[in-house]
C-alpha cells in the first residue's frame, strides 16, 4: 500500500509542517521579510513564497532549500541547549554582533556567505554544544 503517490502525499505533509516551523522560528528571531527570503536561499522580494509558506504550503523541492530549513532548525536547537534559561537570548543571539564573526551578527554572516555562512554558524554552534 505504500505507492509512489502516498510517499509524495506524506512528504508534501512533511514539508508544509517544514514551512510552518521555519516561518515560526522566524518569528522568534523577529527577522526581515528580506532576511527570512535570504536565510531560505530565496530573492529578497519574494514575499509571496515566504507568504504561503507560512500558511503551511510545503517548502520548495530544492536539496538546497532542505539543507538551508535544516541546518537553520539545528542552530536553534543549539541556541536552547546553550541558553535553556534564557528564550529570550536564545532569539536575540542570531541578530547580536559576535566577535567570533568579525563583529558581524550571524544573520549578516549568512547573507554575506550564503550557504557557507550558514555552515559557519552551524558548525559554530555545534561546537559550543559539544564542549557543554
Do not use: C
Not at 24 to 33: A, M, N, P, R, V
Not at 43 to 59: C, F, H, Q, S, V
Not at 109 to 130: H, P
Amino acid at each position: 500500500m505504500n505507492t509512489v503517490l502516498e510517499r509524495q502525499i506524506i512528504t508534501s505533509k512533511d514539508r508544509g509542517a517544514l514551512a510552518k516551523m521555519v516561518m515560526t522560528l522566524f518569528d522568534h528571531w523577529k527577522l526581515t521579510t528580506e532576511d527570512q527570503a535570504l536565510l531560505l536561499g530565496l530573492a529578497p522580494a519574494n514575499r509571496a513564497a515566504l507568504t504561503r509558506y507560512r500558511k503551511g504550503e510545503a517548502i520548495g523541492t530544492s536539496r538546497d532549500q532542505y539543507e538551508r530549513v535544516g541546518h537553520l532548525l539545528a542552530i536553534h536547537k543549539n541556541l536552547r541547549m546553550l541558553f535553556p534559561k534564557n528564550r529570550d537570548l536564545a532569539y536575540r543571539w542570531i541578530s547580536t554582533r559576535n566577535k567570533a564573526f568579525d563583529n558581524l551578527t550571524p544573520v549578516e554572516v549568512i547573507k554575506e556567505w550564503g550557504f557557507a555562512g550558514l555552515l559557519m554558524v552551524r558548525f559554530y554552534l555545534d561546537r559550543a554544544t559539544s564542549e557543554m
